[in-house]
């Protein structure tokens, strides 16, 4: 078979084997990681924690740490304070002329501003860690006897301590699996994390199904699973659909070390409908947890605070899904217009002798495009949105599951599949390079040139 060979072929390319290896043993580090419980705690008594993270926006925490949040592991805030500290860096980005003029130093600046992240990333988790401590006994109802060690100052200093060096572990990790890997390694913690609760939360609906009661049996469980496909089948596309901007050379360099004047050589500008990739989902999920934190703060005895409570605390209702799908339009939108430099596309295009037919190269090249990316992205933004709140319409239409209901679209199924893609995009470029057939489409044309 074509997959069998070019799993094959995967082998062949010694850096490509040693960087897959490299990523497979780090992410099974930080899944071994996620079982490790803070020291002091008697893992055999958190079944408060772990009944309180199957369900609700808990559930959701949980799924992004793999199940480090419900077995207070050292792992326990993940990697979301990064994702926070990234939100809160390009944010100021736009204010502070000093991270603008970093924005534009090219690879210098960038390396400041991951340093101004991975800090605001310490000085967050610097803030979550004491607060998750103090929400294991009175919120998830952790007795008392399984803190072994008490309650005191030396449990309190030494496991924030350990959280926060868990996070940024979990941070380099990240890192050098962009660096030394294959790739979007932030993301592949996440998604590994998601994966990682799939099987038990399949499991979980199937013998609810199951058992009878006019649940639906085993004719209920194909029908999600179709209806799951389907969904997949509208993400695939959502993250692969572009707008192919027609494109003219004057002149170009021919194969061969000859230099030819090729006069309508007509070539295709790709622009992604969804350009911001699974980053606006991240994003919008991390915020989402700020509602239900100013909802406690004004107090049980406010009725603003319980209501902000009940309605942000339920990722399937309704308030909760309104607030984040526009969220995640606002956040496709801003997140499209700092990693789109439609500037510099009309730039390399003018010194490559390239236009747009009826446009004029430059200035107005780069409103065009920019025009182009803006009518593109409001559907886009949309058809995110619309995916992100589907497991709520799938838990009133079919009375799924909560766990298993997270993966019909919303974070969980959206970083999926871009994660996958991305990285099949990067084992791909491998491939091509060394002339094999890919593990996409586009790899059939490239072996006849072999």
């Known amino acids: 078979m074509k997959i069998i060979d070019t799993l094959k072929n995967v082998w062949k390319i010694t850096e490509l084997k040693d960087r897959i290896i490299l990523t497979l043993g780090l992410l099974l580090v ?26 609700g926006i808990l559930g959701i925490l949980n799924m992004f740490t793999g199940g480090a949040f419900a077995n207070a592991s050292v792992f326990a805030l993940g990697i979301m304070p990064y994702i926070s500290a990234s939100i809160v860096v390009q944010l100021m980005g736009i204010a502070i002329p000093y991270l603008q003029k970093l924005q534009k130093e090219g690879a210098s600046g960038q390396k400041k501003i991951t340093q101004i992240t991975r800090w605001l990333t310490i000085i967050i988790c610097l803030f979550q860690a004491p607060g998750y401590l103090a929400s294991l006994q009175p ?57 990682a609760t799939l099987p038990q939360s399949f499991l979980q609906n199937a013998s609810a199904r199951l058992d009878g009661g006019g649940n639906g049996g085993l004719m209920m469980i194909l029908i999600e699973l179709v209806v799951w496909f389907v969904i997949i089948l509208a993400s695939i596309m959502l993250v692969m659909a572009v707008r192919k901007i027609a494109v003219q050379y004057a002149r170009r360099t021919a194969s061969g070390g000859y230099e030819k004047n090729v006069f309508g050589n007509r070539q295709f500008l790709p622009l992604k409908l969804n350009a911001s990739g699974v980053m606006p989902i991240i994003f919008a999920q991390a915020i989402m947890f700020v509602p239900s934190l100013i909802g406690k703060s004004f107090g049980s005895s406010s009725e603003v605070g319980q209501w902000m409570q009940a309605q942000f605390n339920d990722p399937f209702g309704l308030w909760y899904n309104i607030v984040f799908a526009l969220l995640i339009i606002i956040f496709t939108y801003f997140y499209t217009a700092i990693t789109v430099p439609t500037n510099k596309m009309a730039d390399d295009l003018k010194r490559s002798g390239g236009f747009i037919p009826g446009i004029r190269p430059g200035t107005e090249t780069s409103e065009y495009l920019d025009k182009i990316m ?28 909560g766990g298993w209901a997270l993966f019909f679209g919303g974070t969980s199924l959206l970083i999926m599949v871009g994660v996958a893609i991305d990285t099949m995009q990067q084992v791909n470029s491998y491939l091509l390079n060394k002339h094999y057939d890919g593990l996409m489409k586009t790899g059939k044309n490239r072996k006849a040139v072999a």
């Not at 079982?35 to 008697?42: M, R």
């Not at 309650?151 to 890192?175: D, H, K, N, Q, R």
């Not at 803006?374 to 599951?401: D, R, Y």
């Open 30 to 55: 930080y899944r071994f990681g996620a079982q490790v419980v803070l020291p002091g705690i008697d893992a055999s008594q958190l079944g408060g924690l772990q009944d309180g993270a199957d369900s």
């Open 139 to 195: 919120a998830f109802g952790i007795p008392s006897t399984a803190f072994l060690l008490g309650t005191g100052p030396t449990f309190y200093i030494s496991s924030v301590i350990i959280l926060v060096t868990g996070c940024i572990f979990a941070m380099w990790l990240g890192e050098k699996i962009t660096d030394k890997g294959i790739g979007n390694g932030i993301s592949l913690l996440i998604m590994v994390g998601i994966i």
């Open 374 to 401: 803006s009518q593109i992205t409001l559907p886009g933004s949309i058809f995110l949105a619309l995916i992100a709140v589907f497991p709520a319409v799938i838990v009133k239409l079919m009375n799924v599951q």
